[in-house]
């Protein structure tokens, strides 16, 4: 049996119940910089149980289309931002919980320019990036204890473009 998911495009109001976009729309907050630098203010929300919020540096491998997805995982104690460092599109998996594992997950594409903060406790698939470098920054709960929990689909989902 094969059960597919299409990727849609990475709205705000779309990704809502599963954290934030980040991005440069509309106008900026305010000017910075003798008026030379926008900055777009606060536009992550952190959310750690206990420590404290570290910037790590991932380096993945590219994925390619049609995708299998097998396996999500989430992170009860933080929330967790992903920031490209290039201007290249990612795949970005989520699901919302039943109370036994994910449910039917969906995918998003980013825009160039894009970057997404998952909620704590968010079931997500694994950084996915599908062109670029494939080079993140990370912004996420540093401190003692697991973190993790993974699930494991007993039928995978293939991810396919329309």
């Known amino acids: 049996m094969t059960r597919h998911i299409r990727i849609e495009p990475l709205t705000q109001e779309a990704f809502a119940p599963f954290g934030e976009v980040l991005d440069t729309s509309g ?4 000017l910075i910089n003798q008026g030379l630098c926008g900055r777009y203010h606060d536009r992550a929300t952190l959310d750690f149980v206990e420590g404290r919020a570290g910037i790590s540096l ?3 491998e590219l994925r390619s289309l049609p995708y299998q997805l097998d396996m999500m ?3 009860p104690d933080g929330s967790q931002a992903f920031i490209p460092m290039s201007m290249e599109a990612f795949l970005v998996i989520v699901a919302e919980d039943t ?19 998952f909620a704590r406790n968010t079931w997500h698939g694994v950084l996915t990036p599908i062109t670029g470098s494939g080079l993140f920054a990370v912004v996420d709960r540093i401190g003692a204890g697991a973190n993790l929990e993974e699930f494991w689909f007993d039928t995978p989902f293939t ?3 329309d």
């Not at 994910?102 to 970057?115: D, E, H, K, L, Y």
């Open 73 to 75: 995982e989430r992170h």
């Open 159 to 161: 991810v396919v473009a």
């Open 99 to 117: 109370g036994n594992g994910p449910a039917t997950p969906r995918a998003f594409i980013t825009s160039p320019g894009q970057a997404i903060n």
């Open 58 to 60: 991932f380096q993945a």
């Open 27 to 30: 106008a900026p907050d305010k």
